[in-house]
């Protein structure tokens, strides 16, 4: 029998200041590499569903919007199917992406998706989630991404309900993870450190 030689994990690094030139060319006016920048469009004329925008900015420790992020979301579909090939619920809507990627402003620090509201899902055991949306978030400085969720504030039922909602030890700070709305738009701040730090997911 021949010994597998197993390779070692690297050890975590920042992403750097080069995270956009890697993830998002066009936004760096690297011209070239894709027609547009991957996850910049999540719907089409044809997609089904509520349309929405979520936007806001992620700030650091000391209450300043991150200028150098790059933050992705994925979600279900308005009918709560991903658009992966490990959903056995049924077909996902071929007209909506299910994920988006999106640099923050130099100017601002601000982040933003025209997407659809998520339907419902299942929860691991089988229990009904609550609609929301998954992200990701990295930047200079930030060795591992970091993973929370965005649920919706016209969702209080459902989001009391919510399993994962319910393992938060903590309760007033299950706040930091709903988002406030004006009409169709969905504002959600992401605070790295300090007071009202956002509720992050280890997965």
């Given at each position: 029998m021949q010994e597998?030689?197993?390779?070692?994990?690297?050890?975590?690094?920042t992403a750097g200041p080069y995270v956009h030139i890697g993830l998002t060319p066009d936004f760096c006016d690297i011209g070239g590499v894709y027609a547009q920048d991957l996850g910049s469009a999540m719907v089409n004329e044809k997609t089904l569903g509520e349309r929405i925008t979520v936007t806001g900015h992620i700030y650091d420790g000391t209450g300043a919007p991150v200028r150098d992020a790059v933050v992705e979301i994925w979600q279900a579909d308005s009918a709560g199917l991903y658009n992966s090939p490990s959903e056995m619920r049924g077909a996902a809507d071929p007209n909506f992406a299910g994920w988006g990627r999106c640099p923050t402003s130099a100017e601002d620090g601000?982040?933003?998706?025209?997407t659809v509201k998520p339907g419902c899902v299942p929860f691991k055991d089988g229990r009904t989630m609550?609609?929301?949306i998954s992200f990701w978030i990295v930047a200079r400085g930030?060795?591992?991404?970091?993973?929370?969720?965005?649920?919706?504030p016209e969702e209080a039922d459902a989001n009391n309900a919510d399993p994962l909602l319910a393992r938060i030890e903590h309760g007033e700070r299950i706040a930091t993870m709903i988002a406030t709305r004006d009409g169709a738009t969905y504002t959600f701040e992401i605070r790295l450190q300090g007071e009202k730090e956002t509720v992050f997911l280890d997965i």
């Open positions: 597998l030689g197993y390779l070692k994990e690297t050890p975590s690094q601000v982040y933003r998706f025209e609550a609609p929301h930030i060795n591992i991404g970091l993973h929370t969720r965005m649920y919706f």
